[in-house]
């Protein structure tokens, strides 16, 4: 068995020194970059990102190959459809409580000795939440929508460390007195 490991080590070291023999140098990374693991950022499209989101929530993350984002889209979606149905089967059992207990019926979930202004405060909260899960609900979806778009507009850009070429330099100046004293200052240079 040891054999085999040796044997798979072996193997993996010696295609990793054959590729980095037909690879290239880069003075950036500071190792070997084979031209064929390359991976250049495709362009997306915004409005063909944007659609797909719309009709299939996280189908634009997918286009633009944040498959990262997935858990989280369908997280957020699957906790607000949770949200939504444990506080509508509160509201229900609230409610039916509430109602019987006006029609004078007794319940043995909810006795005489809790007032009825109680069970009519808890129906109602439990109406608010259910609301607001919804709200909840829409605007997870309205945010996967935007972060589909936002996303895809943006994997055009140019992210390089020297886009403006800002310096951050620790140099002497002189204050009001005339005695030098150290400052920190940027500049910027286009």
Known sequence: MNKLYVALILASTCLTLQ????????EKVGTFVIDSLINKRKQTKPLKATLLSAIFPG??????????KLHLVYGAIGGMIYAIDWNSSQFDTFDQAYR????????PDFPDVIPTQLIANRR??????????YFGLGLVY??????????SHLSSFNIEDDLIGADLK?????????????ALGISFTF
Do not use: C, H, M
Not at 19 to 26: C, E, I, N, T, V
Not at 59 to 68: I, S
Not at 124 to 133: H, P, S, Y
């Open 124 to 133: 109602a909260q439990f109406r608010k939440d259910k609301e607001l899960a």
């Open 142 to 151: 309205l945010l996967n929508v935007a972060d589909a778009f936002v996303s």
């Open 59 to 68: 189908a634009g993350q997918v286009y633009n190959r944040q498959y990262y």
């Open 19 to 26: 590729s980095q023999a037909q690879g290239k140098w880069d």
């Open 100 to 107: 019987n207990r006006l029609a004078g019926i007794d319940t």
């Open 170 to 182: 620790l140099s002497e100046t002189l204050d009001f007195t005339g005695v030098p004293f150290p």
